[in-house]
């Protein structure tokens, strides 16, 4: 079964200084890699994908996040903090291998970034 | 450009009444997703629609139904309700079904049973 594992529920970085976000996978065939972002009392917004191509990837807002395949790992990261960068972010999988619809979220990391 | 629409915004009803939400997907995506978001959850998948058929269901209670019409919009009902169905509702839309597509999220339905 398609798992996401989001370590830190909460993550304090200064503004201007470069923020990782950590997100580990566990699926049975390729992932295809999400990143989303939620504000309070908003929805999600979708940040950035992996589905194949360059580990490196580049999304909404300045994030980018680099899928390492030998450490299941997909970590947002950005090179230099905003204090409305301050939000709910979520890493999400889905598993080509079990032609699922859904998405699978991990639990969320919420950013602050301290002024 | 235009974003996925969900009706209404908030609800409110008392235990054992239904309620029916609403959500119109991005104009030409055929894919339409619904999840439930509970108080400090991550979201999780319930059911999704594909030109009008379902596709897949996930951990859908039997007292929720869901359908998309012919304009590709889609109502979740729900009925019976309880305490433990408050939570926030999303829709997304993908442009087809395949995997690699990515879902838009609307902004939510917020439930709340009494």
């Known amino acids: 079964a398609q798992s996401v594992a989001q370590p830190e529920d909460q993550v304090n970085v200064a503004e201007g200084n470069p923020l990782t976000v950590k997100c580990t996978y566990s699926?049975?065939?390729?992932?295809?890699l999400f990143w989303y972002v939620q504000y309070p009392n908003r929805g999600l917004q979708f940040l950035l994908k992996?589905?194949?191509?360059?580990?490196l990837v580049k999304g909404s807002y300045g994030f980018e996040a680099e899928f390492n395949k030998s450490q299941t790992s997909f970590h947002l990261k950005k090179p230099s903090a905003l204090v409305s960068d301050s939000a709910l972010y979520f890493c999400a999988v889905r598993d080509f291998g079990n032609r699922d619809d859904k998405i699978i979220f991990g639990k969320g990391t919420r950013l602050h970034i301290l002024p | 450009a235009a974003g996925v629409i969900q009706s209404p915004r908030h609800l409110i009803k008392e235990k054992r009444e239904t309620a029916t939400l609403k959500c119109y997907p991005i104009p030409r995506h055929d894919t339409v997703y619904w999840y439930q978001q509970g108080p400090g959850q991550d979201p999780q998948f319930l059911i999704s629609f594909y030109e009008k058929m379902q596709s897949d269901k996930g951990s859908i209670p039997d007292r929720f139904s869901a359908q998309q019409f012919s304009d590709y919009h889609s109502e979740l009902n729900m009925s019976s309700l309880e305490l433990g169905d408050s939570a926030l509702y999303f829709c997304?839309?993908?442009?087809?079904?395949?995997?690699?597509?990515?879902?838009?999220f609307g902004p939510g339905t917020r439930l709340t049973v009494l």
């Open positions: 992996y589905i194949t191509g360059d580990n």
């Open positions: 997304a839309s993908s442009p087809t079904g395949r995997p690699t597509d990515t879902q838009y």
């Open positions: 699926v049975s065939g390729n992932p295809y």
